[in-house]
């Protein structure tokens, strides 16, 4: 069993009544973000989820103006699939978002998954990712913000309970594993080096794995995202179906 790691900063729970409010509340987040960054560092990077709830904020996105010289995109996870494919992070947002906005190509950085396995791919990002940030190897590079999702089986990015991608603590991408599915995925210790995190969970099928990420002790081997502690801030935005899974002693705020 293992205490949930204290967060540099604790997390902020921010709790809404229904998926559309919360939707509306992290685009305006994510916009406040983008901004600060680019006024602070002349650039913002940012690391996308996968999965269905953070389609309509992609699609929120589509709608607004944003320096689309400065912004760098990038997926924090993706299925082993052909960008073609439907159960592609990368084509669902590109369809949601990046298609109708007249970001430059160069600035998004899609997992190349056309390779001849997983493993090359993971390689392969993980090379993308070290020529985009002017970091050392030897150091992670810090996103300004990555967005995550977790699955009600307490997963987050593609690090699924009791895989291999758990225990990686060197390499920034790897591979994750989703029953016979492989992804791949950023590492914990590169989503920790974060300047903020935002999660987006909504769902009354959520409430069971919320009570185990945000209890005192459980084993975050069994429940990924409890691995989750960002340098930066630490944000989970919920409905409030997914809410009632919260442990009574967390604070939250309620929209
Ligand atoms: C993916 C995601 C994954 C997702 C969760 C929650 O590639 O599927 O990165 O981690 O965020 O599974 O998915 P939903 O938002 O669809 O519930």
């Not at 902020?12 to 009544?17: A, I, L, T, Y």
């Not at 989750?228 to 179906?241: H, N």
Request: proline fraction near 8%; aromatic fraction near 8%; hydrophobic fraction near 40%.
């Amino acid at each position: 069993m293992t205490v949930a790691p204290p967060s540099l900063h604790a997390p902020k729970v921010n709790v809404f009544p229904d998926k559309a409010a919360l939707v509306t509340a992290a685009t305006e987040q994510v916009i406040e973000l983008i901004r600060a960054a680019i006024a602070a560092r002349g650039r913002c990077s940012i690391a996308l989820s996968g999965g269905s709830t953070p389609k309509p904020l992609y699609q929120a996105l589509a709608q607004t103006e944003l320096p689309w010289q400065q912004l760098y995109i990038y997926w924090g996870d993706e299925r082993y699939v052909p960008i073609t494919h439907s159960d592609s992070n990368a084509k669902m947002t590109q369809e949601a978002w990046l298609s109708q906005v007249p970001i430059p190509a160069e600035n998004i950085f899609i997992v190349p998954t056309d390779t001849d396995s997983p493993q090359t791919s993971a390689e392969r990002y993980q090379q993308a990712l070290m020529a985009s940030f002017d970091v050392p190897s030897s150091q992670l590079p810090q996103f300004d913000i990555i967005l995550l999702g977790m699955g009600d089986d307490g997963h987050t990015a593609s690090l699924f309970p009791h895989t291999a991608a758990l225990k990686e603590t060197e390499r920034w991408v790897t591979v994750g594993q989703k029953d016979d599915q492989p992804r791949i995925t950023f590492t914990a210790p590169l989503i920790n080096q974060a300047r903020h995190i935002i999660f987006l969970v909504a769902g009354a099928n959520k409430q069971s794995a919320l009570s185990q990420v945000f209890a005192p002790v459980a084993d975050s081997a069994t429940y990924p995202a409890r691995l989750i502690a960002p340098v930066g801030t630490l944000q989970w935005m919920l409905d409030a179906d997914a809410s009632q899974g919260l442990p009574q002693t967390i604070e939250r705020t309620v929209h």
